[in-house]
């Protein structure tokens, strides 16, 4: 994907002109489609500043999950990215599996669990986001049946457990 459409992508731009205001930490605080005059600019960088859009629940997901400091934390902060994954609005997809990623292999036994979940689109996100991760040329079907799961998330717990030796 390109530099542009990356961005056009992350902060929901889907013409041009479109004005978008963020923070420090690239928090969109307002956003407006359009063309405007200056004076409705003016109004609209005013009222970003002052009474800033909701806080976006991805960059919300993944700060959580950077802070996760011990494994109550790290499991409920990996778990709400797995549900955001799973979720039919997958906006920004790739930083939440890249965020994942960043977890490091502390991420990796919390994926496993999420693997067995009884949610077929749960199931799907942890294993998509657990392949990509590690690179690892083992399979997981989340619509196998239960025993072939078992058994391909056995395989996945055994490469795992090797690779954090």
């Given at each position: ?71 109550e934390t790290r499991q409920a ?89």
């Amino acid at each position: 994907m390109s530099m542009k459409r990356e961005l056009a992508a992350r902060y929901r731009v889907s013409g041009v002109p479109h004005t978008t205001v963020l923070n420090e930490k690239n928090r969109v605080l307002g956003s407006q489609a359009g063309y405007v005059t200056a004076e409705k600019l003016i109004a609209f960088l005013e009222a970003s500043l002052l009474k800033p859009a909701q806080i976006d629940p991805v960059d919300d997901l993944l700060e959580k999950l950077a802070a996760a400091i011990n494994n109550e934390t790290r499991q409920a902060a990996t778990s709400s990215v797995v549900e955001a994954l799973a979720s039919s609005d997958r906006g920004d997809r790739r930083r939440l599996v890249e965020g994942l990623a960043l977890q490091g292999p502390s991420s990796w036994p919390i994926l496993l669990d999420k693997m067995a979940d009884t949610r077929l689109a749960v199931r799907a996100a942890a294993g998509h986001s657990l392949g990509y991760i590690t690179q690892a040329p083992l399979p997981y079907h989340p619509f196998a049946s239960v025993a072939k799961r078992e058994s391909q998330i056995g395989q996945w717990r055994q490469w795992t457990s090797e690779q954090n030796r």
